[in-house]
């Protein structure tokens, strides 16, 4: 089991859900523009190197009135990953960490949710779910997700809400032993997503990445 081990819960997802309950609740799709994934990890136990990927798609169902009727599903692009430096980047996308021909994109989506004790008036969930990395899929609990706030958004023209979530997880669960054994780079991988959805009409199909946002 992978366990987050702070505040916030980390983000994600539902795949394409049958449930008529499901689809009672209000029906999200995350703004690629406003969502935010950024991993940190130990180099040489010397210092912290942070980095992003910047392709990412979502959605996500909300129900106030039942959160186990909230389901929430992203997908990333491993091949956006950017560490501000272009062949740590290449090493990164190659096969001897993630791979990304073969295995382009990360998954997760959630399979259970509930409220969390949070301060009053916060809304706090807490979700199971499935995370998909590297090919490698594996059951990831007590993630707490922080709702930021909910309103218009910028534009004023449509219905928002926001998250903020962080995970930590072993990339060696995930098959990516590389630089293990000299401590090089780290095994622990800090995680935080934060992101905003605007309220649609209507359910959509699974998220898709959008391949000519760079």
């Not at 689809?23 to 935010?36: G, I, L, Q, R, V």
């Not at 106030?64 to 599903?73: E, L, M, S, T, W």
């Not at 509930?114 to 059951?139: M, N, Q, R």
């Not at 032993?177 to 605007?198: C, P, Y």
């Amino acid at each position: 089991m992978i366990r987050s081990k702070i505040i916030t819960w980390s983000p994600v997802v539902i795949s394409l859900l049958t449930s008529s309950s499901v689809f009672a609740a209000d029906y999200y799709k995350m703004d690629p523009e406003h969502t935010s994934v950024v991993f940190g990890i130990a180099h040489a136990r010397l210092s912290y190197t942070y980095g992003m990927f910047r392709k990412t798609a979502g959605q996500y169902w909300l129900d106030k009135n039942d959160p186990a009727n909230c389901r929430f599903q992203m997908a990333i692009r491993a091949s956006s990953i950017d560490t501000n430096n272009a062949e740590r980047d290449n090493k990164l996308r190659s096969d001897e960490f993630f791979d990304v021909q073969r295995f382009p994109e990360i998954r997760f989506e959630s399979t259970r949710c509930e409220l969390a004790d949070s301060p009053k008036g916060a809304v706090t969930y807490k979700l199971a779910g499935k995370l998909t990395v590297h090919g490698v899929t594996l059951p990831v609990d007590n993630i707490l997700l922080h709702m930021l706030g909910a309103g218009p958004g910028a534009s004023g023209k449509d219905r928002r809400t926001g998250f903020l979530c962080y995970v930590e997880l072993k990339r060696s669960d995930f098959g990516m032993k590389n630089l293990l054994k000299n401590d090089l780079v780290g095994d622990a991988v800090g995680i935080t997503v934060s992101f905003e959805g605007a309220l649609q009409p209507a359910a959509g199909a699974a998220p898709q990445i959008n391949p000519e946002r760079p």
